[in-house]
């Protein structure tokens, strides 16, 4: 069954780093457009990052902007979001998606979810 797998969550203080890992299991993600979203917890599900299939990268959020960056590496079937200097806001469950090439600023449209995993940053 197709499916997106995430790793790399956990606790972190304020002013560090993580870095997530989203390897998709069963499909290919080169014709895939794959962003990053996060939802945490009374609030709606809030889109970040993403890059299209073409390599394009849209970010959707002020908030993450100059700390945040996305890559991929499609021999791996893996994309990655970098997270710097974090902070208590960033609390939340991280979650990968990808649909068909272009990305989009909201979760419609996204074929293909990974499970999700929790960033706490607390000191």
């Known amino acids: 069954q197709p499916q997106l797998v995430e790793s790399g969550g956990g606790l972190v203080q304020p002013g560090g780093s993580l870095r997530l890992s989203c390897r998709a299991d069963?499909?290919?993600?080169?014709?895939?457009?794959v962003g990053w979203f996060r939802q945490a917890p009374a609030k709606e599900r809030e889109a970040l990052l993403c890059i299209s299939s073409r390599g394009n990268s849209a970010n959707y959020a002020d908030s993450v902007e100059g700390r945040f960056t996305m890559s991929r590496d499609n021999a791996k079937n893996t994309a990655y979001l970098q997270m710097n200097n974090l902070k208590p806001e960033d609390t939340a469950v991280y979650y990968c998606a990808a649909r068909d090439y272009v990305c989009g600023p909201t979760p419609n449209g996204y074929n293909y979810w990974g499970q999700g995993t929790q960033v706490t940053v607390s000191s």
């Open positions: 069963g499909f290919f993600l080169d014709d895939m457009a």
